[in-house]
C-alpha cells in the first residue's frame, strides 16, 4: 500500500500556515491534527487510485503481448499459405479454359494482416495481352466451376462450396494438409491493389497491425467478425482501426484521401501495369511526404490505450450509426443526410469503402447484429475499465482455443504465467510448439512504451523489415511465375532497402541466384538462412510441428 513517510512531506506547510493562539492550544491541535489526517487521507486514497491504474496498464500490456506472440503467424504459417498458392496453380494449369491464366494473392495475407489461423484470398488473373481483364459476372461464375470440378477431381482440398450469389463470386475450399480456408475469386485486381495500400499503411505506423491483429481475435471471441451470419468482416475491422487512428489526438493516421485522392478501383483500367504503376506513384508519394513531415506531432498512446480507447469510441456505435456513417477517405463521420452519394439509407451500418466508393464494406449487418456488436464494444471496455480489474480478463480478449495456447506458453515459462493462468490445471507439456513465446514471427511484437518518437509513428524506417522482405521477394517470384514481365514499379521506402513492388534488391538477387544453383526447382523466398523454399519446411519446421491446431478461421 503506502508508508506514512511517503507523506510527511505534504504536512509542514500546512501545519505553518495552521494560525492557533496560546489560549486555544487543545482546539488549535484538534484542528491541526483533523488537517492532517484530512491530507493523508486524501494523498492516500489518490496513490492508491494511481497505483491500481498504474498495475492494471501494466497488466493489460503484458496480455496484449501474449496474445500478439500466440497470433502472430510464423514462417511455416506463411510457407504452408505459399504452398496452397502453387497447388492451386496446379489446378489452373490442368484447365485448357485458363491456360495462360495467373494465380495471385490478395487480401491479408499480402498486406501482412493475417493471423497464424487467416484465411487465404486468392485471385485467378485471365489473360487478356496487357490489358486489365474485364470479364463479365456469368463468365466468371463458368470459370468457378470448372475449377471446382477441378479441385474435386485432383484432391488435396475438401469443404469445397460454390458461391454464386455474392457481389463477388467466389469458391470456398480447405486444404486437406493444414485446414487452411481459401477464397477463390476472377479477376479481382482490385482486391490486389486494395491489399497492397493497407501494407504500406503498416509502414506509417507499426502499431496499426498489431492493433489490427488484437483486433481480430477479440472480435472473434465475441462472435461479430462473420459477414456470414450478419457481422463485421475483417476489411471492415481494419478500416475501423484506420478510423481510430485518424480520430486520435493527434492523429496518428491521416484521412486516406491524403494518400490517394479519388476512387483508386475505378481507375485500374487499360494496361494494367500503367494503371498499377500510377497508383504505387501516387501512394508512395504522399506516404513518405507523410513520414517525413517533421511538423506532424506524434502520438505517442501505448497499445493498451488505443485498444481500450478503440473500444470506448465505438461502443455506441449502434446509436451513432442511425445518423451517420464511417468514412476513413475522409477521416470523419459523416452525416448520412447530407452525404448525397450514401443515399438513400438502406443498411444498419455504414463504413465506406476509402479505395471504391461510396461501397459499405458493413453491408452484412443487419440491425439486431449491429446490436451484438456495441454490446460487444461496451462490455469489453467495463471490463477493461473496471476499478476493481487489476487483472484484464483473458477469456474477454481471446477464443478458448487461444487462451490455451496461452495458458500452455506460459507454464513452460513460470516468469511469466499471467495471474489468471495460475489457478488453471496445466494443459500439457509446452515447449513452444504453440507458436507462443517462441517462434514467433519478426513482427510479433513491438513495444507499447513511450520511448522514443521513432518508435511506433515511424518517419525513418519501417519497424521491421522482415514481412516487408518477405512479400516483396514472393511478389518478385509471382510475377516471374506469371511472366507478366513488368519493371515500372515505384520504390515507396528508400531507407536502404530496395521495396519496389516486383524488383528484388541486388542482395536479394544474389541470393536467389545461389539458390537456383542448388535447387533448380524451387525459389528462396526468405533471406535469413532458413531453408523456405515452398513445399519444402526446414528441419527446424519439421521438428516444431503444433501438437494442437485450433480451428481455422472461416
Not at 486 to 495: A, K, R
Request: aromatic share 8%; charged share 15%; hydrophobic share 35%.
Amino acid at each position: 500500500m503506502f508508508s506514512l513517510p511517503r507523506f510527511t512531506l505534504l504536512l509542514p506547510y500546512s501545519a505553518l500556515n495552521f494560525g492557533f493562539s496560546v489560549n486555544h492550544k487543545l482546539m488549535g491541535f484538534t484542528n491541526l491534527a483533523l488537517l492532517c489526517l484530512n491530507h493523508l487521507v486524501v494523498s492516500a486514497r489518490f496513490f492508491v487510485i494511481w497505483d491500481s491504474k498504474m498495475n492494471s496498464h501494466h497488466s493489460l500490456e503484458l496480455t496484449l503481448r501474449d496474445i500478439l506472440h500466440v497470433v502472430n503467424p510464423t514462417q511455416d504459417d506463411w510457407n504452408k499459405r505459399f504452398q496452397i498458392i502453387n497447388d492451386l496453380r496446379a489446378v489452373v494449369q490442368t484447365l485448357e479454359i485458363l491456360r495462360g491464366a495467373t494465380v495471385e494473392p490478395f487480401g491479408s495475407f499480402v498486406s501482412n494482416l493475417f493471423t497464424k489461423w487467416g484465411d487465404l484470398d486468392v485471385s485467378i488473373e485471365l489473360p487478356n495481352g496487357s490489358y486489365i481483364s474485364a470479364a463479365g459476372k456469368k463468365f466468371k461464375q463458368t470459370l468457378l466451376l470448372d475449377i471446382l470440378k477441378a479441385l474435386k477431381r485432383i484432391g488435396g482440398f475438401h469443404g469445397i462450396k460454390y458461391i454464386s450469389h455474392a457481389r463477388v463470386p467466389i469458391l470456398k475450399c480447405e486444404s486437406n494438409k493444414d485446414n487452411i480456408s481459401c477464397d477463390i475469386s476472377i479477376n479481382n485486381l482490385s482486391g490486389q491493389m486494395k491489399s497492397k495500400v493497407l501494407f504500406w499503411i503498416n509502414e506509417i505506423d507499426g502499431r496499426f497491425r498489431d492493433m489490427v491483429l488484437l483486433v481480430k481475435e477479440w472480435a472473434k471471441a465475441h462472435g461479430i467478425n462473420d459477414p456470414k451470419s450478419g457481422t463485421l468482416n475483417s476489411y471492415s475491422l481494419s478500416l475501423l482501426i484506420i478510423f481510430h487512428f485518424q480520430t486520435c489526438t493527434p492523429a496518428i493516421l491521416p484521412p486516406l484521401s491524403e494518400i490517394y485522392p479519388g476512387n483508386m478501383v475505378a481507375e485500374l483500367t487499360g494496361v494494367r501495369a500503367v494503371a498499377e504503376k500510377n497508383i504505387e506513384d501516387i501512394c508512395g508519394l504522399n506516404i513518405n511526404r507523410i513520414r517525413s513531415d517533421r511538423s506532424r506531432r506524434i502520438n505517442r498512446s501505448s497499445l493498451p490505450d488505443l485498444f481500450v480507447s478503440f473500444l470506448a469510441k465505438f461502443r455506441d456505435i449502434s446509436l451513432r450509426a442511425s445518423t451517420q456513417g464511417i468514412s476513413p477517405y475522409n477521416g470523419q463521420w459523416e452525416d448520412i443526410d447530407t452525404n448525397m452519394i450514401w443515399q438513400p439509407k438502406t443498411y444498419a451500418l455504414f463504413i465506406e469503402d476509402p479505395f471504391e466508393q461510396p461501397l459499405n464494406c458493413a453491408r452484412a449487418v443487419g440491425h439486431r447484429n449491429l446490436v451484438k456488436i456495441a454490446q460487444a464494444f461496451e462490455s469489453s471496455h467495463g471490463m477493461l475499465t473496471s476499478a476493481n480489474q487489476n487483472h484484464p480478463p483473458l477469456a474477454v480478449l481471446v477464443r478458448p482455443e487461444v487462451l490455451s495456447i496461452i495458458s500452455r506458453s506460459q507454464l513452460a515459462n513460470p516468469l511469466r504465467i499471467h495471474p489468471q493462468l495460475l489457478h488453471r490445471n496445466p494443459v500439457g507439456n509446452s515447449n513452444g510448439n504453440g507458436r507462443g513465446l517462441i517462434g514467433a514471427h519478426p513482427q510479433s511484437y513491438r513495444s507499447s512504451s513511450n520511448n522514443g518518437s521513432n518508435q511506433h509513428q515511424n518517419r525513418n524506417g519501417g519497424a521491421s523489415r522482415a514481412p516487408t522482405q518477405v512479400q516483396q521477394q514472393y511478389m518478385y517470384q509471382t510475377n516471374r511465375m506469371n511472366q507478366r514481365g513488368s519493371q515500372s514499379h515505384v520504390q515507396l521506402f528508400p531507407n536502404g532497402v530496395n521495396e519496389s513492388i516486383g524488383r528484388p534488391s541486388s542482395s536479394q538477387t544474389q541470393q536467389q541466384q545461389q539458390q537456383q544453383q542448388q535447387q533448380q526447382s524451387h525459389v528462396q523466398l526468405f533471406p535469413n538462412g532458413v531453408n523456405e523454399s515452398i513445399g519444402r519446411p526446414s528441419s527446424s519446421q519439421t521438428q516444431q510441428q503444433q501438437i494442437w491446431r485450433p480451428r481455422s478461421e472461416k
